[in-house]
């Protein structure tokens, strides 16, 4: 009997083995499981592709495709972390990492990197993944925010197109946004389900930063003039000018979309991959424009939190994971991927690629926002989702709604914010 149980047992562990990420069985290739957030079809299509061509020139080195959903990632890697059975090849978001970062559950990829990589990827980005004295991420992917206006009702109005090098500031805007409104119609929609990220984003071109770091370290919620520019505009276009529907304001930026085909909206804030979304859904007869979100202060700049990919710190096969990443990110593949997925690559090769800069969809204008990108506010702060879910929202919700007045948005986002940000940082 007792035979017979050990045998089982060195059979269940030998199965097990051959079910960890990152094996090797029997003398065979290695095999590394690349866990996806692609979800458009071009942008699945295009990672598949490039899954298959890496699989095809390494017969020694497996990539197994899986995918993954941006709806339920963190909650998802905690898990698998905590199993054992994470991924090799972790895509996820700069704002995502730190979390995890910090508590060693990803590679730091400081000495893996390879010359070409490091040297591709601007400093600004590879800011966005560095926590503590490591890395932990490969910034690949960006998101500048912009304005997707209807361009005959700007036509109509006569009032002045904004460009990258003459963009509109944040007073223009209001009184625009005022001009293109009339009964039953709004300059603006704010589709704010998710206030945080681009209420702080866009704050950065005011001089708005939020989160300020001690000498020790540590980091502290200040809500300074800056930070107040963006939320009180957006405020008072919704409750004192009427030029933005309060509707809104708990919608995605999916569901302003037929707004804005039906003339109801005039603009609407959105993240520049929406465009796929223009062009598969707009009637023919919509003429739509991309134009630069306002600027403050500090000109264009805003925020950002680059789509990355990770290497698990479980993975024994680091090497070759980490040059799948660079085979991914060389530039004609990164411009495979930023067309896929309709957003902006952070390489500085790719980003000269001559797709990008046509004024077809408006890339032309995104990529002219590339240079002004920086990292999102928030980016290294740990604890950042615990704030974000319990207290930035929230108060955001509110101030927007006109449940609370900017006093009252300050007190809670530091009184409240700072006590959740003070166990994080013990």
């Known amino acids: 009997m007792r035979t017979r149980i050990t045998t089982a047992l060195v059979v269940l562990l030998l199965l097990l083995a051959g ?232 919608s995605s930026g999916s569901d302003t979309l037929p707004g804005l085909f039906g003339g109801r909206y005039a603009m609407v804030p959105l993240g520049f991959s929406y465009r796929q979304q223009i062009v598969q859904q707009a009637p023919e007869d919509f003429r739509w424009t991309v134009l630069p979100a306002p600027a403050g202060a500090d000109g264009l700049t805003q925020g950002v939190s680059p789509q990355t990919l990770s290497v698990s710190a479980d993975c024994p096969h680091k090497k070759e994971a980490v040059a799948f990443i660079d085979f991914l990110l060389r530039p004609k593949n990164m411009v495979r991927l930023a067309l896929g997925d309709w957003m902006l690559p952070t390489g500085t090769q790719a980003l000269k690629d001559p797709a990008l800069h046509t004024r077809k969809h408006g890339w032309a204008t995104g990529t002219a926002l590339a240079a002004r990108l920086r990292p999102a506010p928030a980016q290294s702060v740990r604890g950042y989702p615990e704030w974000k879910d319990k207290v930035a929202t929230p108060a955001y919700q509110e101030y927007y709604s006109g449940a609370t007045d900017l006093a009252g948005l300050r007190a809670r986002l530091e009184k409240d914010g700072n006590l959740v940000l003070a166990r994080y940082q013990r």
Not at 54 to 83: C, I, M, R
Request: glycine share 10%.
């Open 19 to 250: 079910c960890s990420s990152g094996g090797r069985t029997d003398g065979g290739p290695i095999t590394l499981r690349f866990q996806s957030l692609a979800w458009q079809d071009e942008s699945v299509a295009a990672n598949k592709e490039l899954v298959e061509e890496w699989n095809a020139a390494h017969p020694d080195v497996k990539v197994e495709y899986v995918q993954g959903s941006w709806d339920s990632v963190h909650d998802q890697l905690l898990t698998s972390f905590e199993g054992g059975e994470a991924p090799d090849i972790i895509h996820d978001a700069s704002d995502d990492l730190a979390d995890f970062a910090y508590g060693g559950r990803l590679a730091d990829l400081t000495g893996l990197l390879p010359a070409r990589l490091k040297a591709d990827i601007p400093q600004s980005s590879w800011a966005t993944a560095a926590f503590g004295r490591g890395i932990y991420g490969v910034p690949f992917l960006q998101e500048p925010r912009v304005l997707i206006a209807d361009a005959d009702r700007l036509r109509a109005a006569k009032v002045r197109i904004p460009t990258p090098e003459r963009p509109w500031n944040w007073p223009e805007f209001r009184q625009v946004a005022k001009r293109l409104s009339g009964p039953g119609r709004y300059g603006v929609a704010w589709p704010l389900k998710e206030p945080v990220s681009a209420t702080l984003n866009l704050s950065l071109s005011t001089g708005g930063r939020l989160f300020h770091r001690g000498a020790d370290g540590k980091v502290t919620v200040r809500f300074t003039p800056g930070d107040a520019v963006v939320p009180r505009t957006i405020h008072d276009q919704v409750a004192v000018d009427r030029s933005a529907p309060a509707s809104t304001l708990g």
